[in-house]
């Protein structure tokens, strides 16, 4: 045998090689695409608008896939789920419900301390009392200034100012 036909054989040896091994991903790769997509969608096409549903599933399989071990644990996943929030934070004083229990719109499902928010209330209230009256205050301030701007007491700066403070009062 020559140099130069060892070689040509060698060549075509690893191109056909080359060559299986790229079919045979594809196939695979067909394989698994096929799969994948086949079951889930229909699946999830069949109870996207049902009810919330509780099925279970065989833990033996009849196509002798899997062998029988009824005595295994598994995994249970929700199809949906639900975040609830309350639009305050604060301590749970009462939980309403039950885990599972079926809920309306407008339930009462927990209590928060209603103390923070009390004494929060309390302390607004004391702080509007306090508003009132500084512009109850500078009102009257107000109209003396007026009364002593007419007899050219004042300068007509100090009721402007005078003025402004009531607006700001009154805004606050």
């Excluded at 790769?29 to 279970?56: H, T």
């Amino acid at each position: 045998m020559n140099k130069g036909e060892n070689k040509e054989t060698t060549k075509g040896r690893f191109r056909w090689q080359i060559g299986t091994a790229i079919i045979l991903l594809i196939a695979v790769a067909v394989y698994i695409i096929r799969l994948i997509s086949a079951q889930p969608e229909e699946d999830y096409k069949n109870r996207k608008n049902s009810p919330n549903q509780i099925s279970q599933l065989p833990l033996c399989s009849n196509t002798g896939r899997l062998p029988c071990l009824p005595d295994r644990l598994g995994t249970v996943t929700a199809l949906r789920t639900v975040t609830v929030r309350s639009r305050v934070d604060g301590e749970l004083i009462r939980v309403a419900f039950k885990e599972g229990q079926m809920v309306n719109a407008g339930d009462l499902l927990a209590e928060i301390d209603p103390r923070a928010f009390q004494v929060q209330l309390m302390q607004a209230e004391g702080q509007m009392l306090r508003d009132e009256a500084l512009l109850n205050n500078a009102q009257t301030d107000l109209v003396r200034y007026k009364t002593l701007l007419e007899q050219d007491s004042i300068a007509t700066q100090q009721t402007v100012t005078q003025e402004s403070l009531v607006k700001q009062h009154r805004g606050t």
